[in-house]
């Protein structure tokens, strides 16, 4: 078992302003039925709202707390602005209690700041961009994680995200500098069942070990082997070599090269 070191963050409670509590449905619809499995108990939680747009233009803020967030794998800042007004912000690598932030077109190119894309150099590092600007970041969000500038053409700026995608967003929307916080979190090793069951992460049991009614690659005396051309799950689906992206996607035209998939990496 391998933890997050935490030593870094504010022992405070987090603002009761921006936090809202709901009742966990472990996986269920609105008709009550299971839409998602393996998901159920866990630790009761509270959700921080995150002000994702950071919409206060040319009002300089300040981190008044560096907190943890269980409901995201970043860890958030609590910012309070030079107007008295406080929100909860997503936390880059390097930031600290005291540290100053601008959201501002005319804001310096530092760790934290929020400045449209077309102010910022090719090879610069960004995160929590707009894909449609004013409507707030929507990409780059969870923990470690950060694009790249490669250029601006024009209206649009070409991103290259952390899947090696190329795409292009639009150049007046904002995106935040430096690398998302908690960058060691994909190194975390959950290490035994009661730690992913107060994380609210149910057990899955594996589709050979079940009988032939209940899935495809049920039954046989002894181990067997799957038996089908593809992987399903257990209503027949294929899970495995399909596109799941529609192909009328909005932003279909704003991609420039796809990224490379794991088997053809592996072919290379």
């Known amino acids: 078992m391998t933890t997050v070191e935490y030593g870094g963050l504010s022992k405070v409670k987090p603002m009761k302003s921006a936090t ?11 008709a009550g039925r299971i839409t998602v499995r393996h998901q159920g108990a866990g630790v009761k939680q509270v959700y921080r709202i995150i002000n994702f747009k950071q ?12 907190e943890y967030d269980p409901y995201r794998s970043a860890f958030i800042a609590r910012v309070v602005y030079k107007d008295g007004e406080r929100h909860y912000h997503l936390a880059h690598s390097k930031a600290q209690v005291g540290d100053n932030i601008l959201v501002s077109a005319k804001a310096p190119l530092k760790a934290g700041n929020r400045v449209p894309l077309k102010k910022i150099p090719a090879g610069y590092n ?16 969870s923990a470690g994680s950060a694009a790249q500038v490669l ?14 995608e190329v795409r292009k967003l639009p150049s007046i ?14 190194l975390v090793v959950i290490g035994n069942a009661g730690r992913a069951r107060r994380m609210g992460i149910r ?18 005396e002894g181990r067997q082997p799957r ?7 257990k209503w027949g689906n294929i899970t495995g070599g399909r596109k799941t992206r529609k ?10 090269s796809r990224r490379v998939s794991r088997r053809n990496k592996n072919n290379k």
């Open 20 to 30: 809202v509590g709901f009742k966990s449905h472990a996986g269920r619809n609105n």
């Open 55 to 66: 919409d206060k233009l040319d009002v300089p803020g300040r981190i008044e707390a560096l």
């Open 126 to 141: 960004v995160h929590n961009l707009e894909t449609r600007p004013g409507g707030g970041g929507k990409i780059i969000r």
């Open 151 to 164: 250029s601006h053409d024009g209206d649009y700026t070409q991103i290259k995200m952390p899947s090696g």
């Open 173 to 186: 929307g904002f995106a935040t500098l430096g690398q998302v916080s908690n960058p060691e979190h994909n």
């Open 203 to 220: 057990p899955t049991v594996r589709g050979t070990a079940m009988n032939p009614r209940d899935h495809k690659y049920g039954g046989g």
């Open 227 to 233: 038996g089908t051309k593809r992987p399903k799950d």
């Open 247 to 256: 192909p009328k996607k909005w932003s279909n035209i704003l991609i420039v």
